[in-house]
Nanobody, 113 residues
């Protein structure tokens, strides 16, 4: 069973940047789309960004123009570059591969001054 491990979360001031990483324990076939979700306190988990096998990307409206999702299949890693962070981006961020039904454990991002 493949495992996903997120890293890169932490405390950042509004307007700052973070890059999250999601590393798979096994080779992830390039055909599998990878998603980043987040869950803020008291809210439902929401889809933030997705990247397809062809590199196509999709974003929730609230992060368009600020977040960039990418993948490095050779490193079995997916990234989420988060720029111009806002307080409302505070959440636990999870990566997910639907084709395998696998979630990571999550990494906490806190945007606060």
């Amino acid at each position: 069973q493949v495992q996903l491990v997120e890293s890169g979360g932490g405390l950042v001031q509004p307007g700052g940047s973070l890059r999250l990483s999601c590393k798979a324990s096994q080779i992830i076939r390039s055909i599998f789309p990878i998603d980043w979700y987040r869950q803020a306190p008291g809210k439902e988990r929401e889809l933030v960004a997705s990247i397809g096998s062809d590199g196509s990307t999709n974003y929730v409206d609230s992060v368009k123009g600020r977040f960039i999702i990418s993948r490095d299949n050779a490193k079995n890693t997916c990234y989420l570059q988060m720029n111009s962070l806002k307080r409302e981006d505070t959440a636990v961020y999870y990566c997910y591969i639907a084709a395998m039904g696998v979630w990571g454990q999550g990494t906490l991002v806190t945007v606060s001054s």
